[in-house]
């Protein structure tokens, strides 16, 4: 079979006889085995030793008659001996399978094509092998689905698991934190009962030493309550990292699962998988409280806080008849209108990431938390000066001891001083180094906060600064960095233009500018896109490319932009770029077919009948007939005639032949 080597043999066997012809579906599988012969070099000498039949038995099969499951098994592992070819050998298997059964559920009979004209029989054969090209393409359609719903059904485990430890660690963190506060209660009783028993005259000894007895108890319960209450929340936050992980990748799935169905022609489907659960598939998931809507979810969380805070005042009226209940409800009712944090209060302090903080800094820190934490004014002028006047480390060091005082909003806004007080070489390493700290600990989403109130609200100048000093990185430049410079968009029209006139300056591009430029296309209006690209093209002609790159694909959203552009600086920079765009699933190009049929006001109707021409004229011929079929369906629905969109390119269509007259 294979050579010693593990190579593929390269020696011409014997040719293969005429195909049986029992049916066109054991033709297709006969010649996919002779592919696999042919392409690994075996000989029938080397299928006898690996299927144990005779050579006209093995010679029988090759032609389409008495095919069995064995037989193509074995041919095909026989075939994938090689090393190169090994790989594929799981693939082949599952195709030579696949086909097998289509052939024994359908019986198709092959065309008798020897009283037609050789023309006609040359036309007929390429069609046939065309067509099994296509099945074998849906075939591996069918085996990505198949593997992608697999993974829809991991990813239902995962949520499952994650929800039921999520479940049972925000109960146990319920328990263990009134626990923590009852005992608290104990060790500040038995501390006064010690201290009053130490000044009685005379003291009471035995007392005293019940009460040390007593007391080194309860604070060690108190310890231990601590550490278990720590160790949960810690699992209660990794138990939600891994939810919500799980829902990305599930919505992700099922989205690249839809694509994989319109291109196989399924009904669209909504659970995890379209396959029936073997007996180690999860069961369903019940739905999530808050469903996967996030504006249903921040509803209903509005009104459970409302809830949660309507039974604690009942609860502490209950308690304490003349006690101020005001600030429960006021937490509800104002929760849209504070500064949110960024991480929990008992997470790693600043020092998990320095590591070096001198005691003086500690100390400075501690006194000073308490007394903004006591005024808690978001607008107390020493958050300025302390983020201009220490060191960054300080600052964030005081931010952390403030989110451990429950003062959010201060933390919050000394950090968003500390973003604008920093020359842009000290804020870009002290973003990175944030953002490289990943989310669990919250670092992650601090930098993102920092670097989206640096591009927002500092001159343009410093931005540019920043994104020279990022763009050092490379490559290896954070996500979340590179996402984040969008942000920039959304600045004043003479911002941008002044951040991107410096950042076109010169042939090298980062990945920083591409996010720019992308953020710009979708945010900016149509005719201050423009407008950008008639400043910029002084500077940089290629800016009309840049930003036709920075388009979605295809930029069905978009068309008014490229109508737009293509008024302005013509067809030229368009048109070597616009066969790589206009591709998608026949719903996708219907509907881009429809926004260029739409009536364009004077001038852009001259340009948009010529993108028109253009792009009507690359889908035509990038597009095979079932799809579009598909399209016609579609712009039908949308109220388009499909005759009418396509009669001026009917010369573009394949022209089938007549059928020839009968004898």
């Known amino acids: 079979m294979a050579g010693a080597a593990g190579q593929p043999r390269t020696r011409p066997g014997r040719k293969f006889?005429?195909?049986?012809?029992?049916?066109?579906?054991?033709?297709?599988?006969?010649?996919?085995?002779?592919?696999?012969?042919?392409?690994?070099?075996?000989?029938?000498?080397?299928?006898?030793?690996?299927?144990?039949?005779?050579?006209?038995?093995?010679?029988?099969?090759?032609?389409?008659?008495?095919?069995?499951?064995?037989?193509?098994?074995?041919?095909?592992?026989?075939?994938?001996?090689?090393?190169?070819?090994?790989?594929?050998?799981?693939?082949?298997?599952?195709?030579?399978?696949?086909?097998?059964?289509?052939?024994?559920?359908?019986?198709?009979?092959?065309?008798?094509?020897?009283?037609?004209?050789?023309?006609?029989?040359?036309?007929?054969?390429?069609?046939?092998?065309?067509?099994?090209?296509?099945?074998?393409?849906?075939?591996?359609?069918?085996?990505?689905?198949?593997?992608?719903?697999?993974?829809?059904?991991?990813?239902?485990?995962?949520?499952?698991?994650?929800?039921?430890?999520?479940?049972?660690?925000?109960?146990?963190?319920?328990?263990?934190?009134?626990?923590?506060?009852?005992?608290?209660?104990?060790?500040?009783?038995?501390?006064?009962?010690?201290?009053?028993?130490?000044?009685?005259?005379?003291?009471?000894?035995?007392?005293?030493?019940?009460?040390?007895?007593?007391l080194a108890t309860i604070t060690a319960r108190h310890g231990r309550t601590a550490t278990a209450l720590a160790r949960t929340e810690q699992d209660r936050r990794l138990a939600a990292e891994l939810l919500a992980e799980a829902l990305t990748r599930t919505r992700r799935a099922r989205a690249e699962r839809q694509n994989l169905q319109v291109a196989a022609a399924l009904p669209m489907t909504n659970g995890t998988s379209s396959h029936p659960p073997d007996g180690t598939a999860p069961a369903p998931l019940p739905p999530a409280p808050f469903g996967d809507d996030i504006d249903m979810a921040l509803e209903r969380a509005e009104a459970v806080s409302r809830r949660i805070a309507d039974r604690l005042s009942q609860a502490l009226t209950t308690l304490d008849p003349g006690a101020e209940t005001s600030p429960l409800r006021e937490s509800a009712d104002n929760a849209d209108n504070a500064v949110t944090s960024t991480e929990s209060a008992d997470n790693v302090l600043w020092w998990d990431l320095v590591a070096d903080v001198p005691t003086p800094s500690f100390s400075w820190a501690e006194r000073t938390a308490i007394a903004l934490a006591q005024d808690r004014d978001p607008h107390d002028r020493r958050l300025t000066e302390i983020a201009r006047d220490r060191p960054a480390r300080d600052a964030l060091l005081l931010a952390d001891l403030l989110q451990e005082r429950r003062w959010q909003e201060g933390a919050a806004r000394l950090r968003i001083a500390v973003a604008l007080a920093l020359e842009p070489g000290a804020l870009a390493p002290l973003i990175l180094a944030l953002v490289k700290r990943g989310r669990f600990m919250g670092r992650a989403q601090q930098g993102a906060q920092m670097l989206h109130v640096a591009l927002l609200t500092r001159p343009p100048e410093d931005v540019v600064a920043l994104h020279e000093v990022m763009a050092q990185v490379g490559d290896e430049l954070p996500r979340t960095v590179r996402e984040g410079f969008g942000?920039?968009?959304?600045?004043?029209?003479?911002?941008?233009?002044?951040?991107?006139?410096?950042?076109?300056?010169?042939?090298?591009?980062?990945?920083?500018?591409?996010?720019?430029?992308?953020?710009?296309?979708?945010?900016?209006?149509?005719?201050?896109?423009?407008?950008?690209?008639?400043?910029?093209?002084?500077?940089?002609?290629?800016?009309?490319?840049?930003?036709?790159?920075?388009?979605?694909?295809?930029?069905?959203?978009?068309?008014?932009?490229?109508?737009?552009?293509?008024?302005?600086?013509?067809?030229?920079?368009?048109?070597?770029?616009?066969?790589?765009?206009?591709?998608?699933?026949?719903?996708?190009?219907?509907?881009?077919?429809?926004?260029?049929?739409?009536?364009?006001?004077?001038?852009?109707?001259?340009?948009?009948?010529?993108?028109?021409?253009?792009?009507?004229?690359?889908?035509?011929?990038?597009?095979?007939?079932?799809?579009?079929?598909?399209?016609?369906?579609?712009?039908?629905?949308?109220?388009?005639?499909?005759?009418?969109?396509?009669?001026?390119?009917?010369?573009?269509?394949?022209?089938?032949?007549?059928?020839?007259?009968?004898?």
């Not at 500018?513 to 690209?533: K, M, T, Y």
């Open 17 to 214: 006889g005429p195909l049986r012809d029992r049916s066109q579906e054991y033709n297709a599988l006969a010649r996919f085995l002779r592919t696999r012969v042919q392409e690994a070099g075996v000989t029938v000498s080397d299928l006898v030793t690996a299927t144990g039949l005779q050579k006209s038995a093995i010679s029988e099969r090759l032609a389409g008659d008495k095919l069995d499951a064995e037989f193509v098994d074995a041919v095909v592992v026989a075939c994938t001996e090689a090393r190169e070819l090994l790989p594929r050998r799981a693939r082949l298997r599952a195709q030579g399978a696949e086909l097998l059964r289509i052939a024994r559920e359908r019986a198709n009979p092959v065309p008798d094509l020897t009283r037609h004209p050789p023309a006609v029989r040359n036309t007929a054969i390429a069609a046939m092998e065309s067509a099994q090209r296509a099945q074998e393409e849906l075939l591996d359609v069918y085996r990505d689905l198949t593997r992608k719903n697999d993974e829809l059904e991991a990813l239902t485990r995962v949520q499952q698991q994650s929800r039921l430890a999520l479940g049972e660690a925000t109960s146990l963190s319920s328990t263990l934190s009134t626990w923590v506060i009852i005992l608290a209660n104990e060790v500040e009783q038995l501390s006064l009962e010690r201290e009053l028993t130490i000044t009685a005259e005379p003291p009471d000894l035995a007392r005293l030493a019940d009460v040390d007895a007593e």
């Open 487 to 663: 942000v920039a968009a959304r600045r004043p029209y003479q911002d941008v233009l002044v951040m991107v006139r410096e950042l076109i300056d010169g042939t090298a591009r980062h990945a920083v500018d591409s996010v720019l430029f992308e953020a710009i296309v979708r945010n900016r209006r149509p005719a201050e896109v423009v407008a950008l690209v008639d400043e910029l093209r002084e500077v940089d002609e290629s800016i009309p490319f840049v930003l036709f790159m920075a388009l979605p694909r295809p930029p069905v959203e978009h068309t008014e932009l490229l109508v737009r552009l293509w008024n302005a600086v013509g067809p030229g920079p368009f048109r070597e770029m616009l066969p790589g765009a206009y591709r998608g699933s026949s719903a996708q190009v219907a509907d881009q077919i429809a926004e260029l049929h739409q009536a364009w006001p004077p001038p852009l109707s001259v340009a948009a009948a010529a993108l028109r021409d253009e792009i009507m004229k690359l889908i035509i011929r990038g597009t095979t007939l079932d799809m579009l079929e598909g399209i016609e369906n579609r712009l039908e629905r949308l109220g388009l005639s499909a005759d009418t969109v396509f009669a001026p390119y009917a010369e573009l269509f394949p022209r089938v032949p007549a059928p020839p007259a009968a004898p």
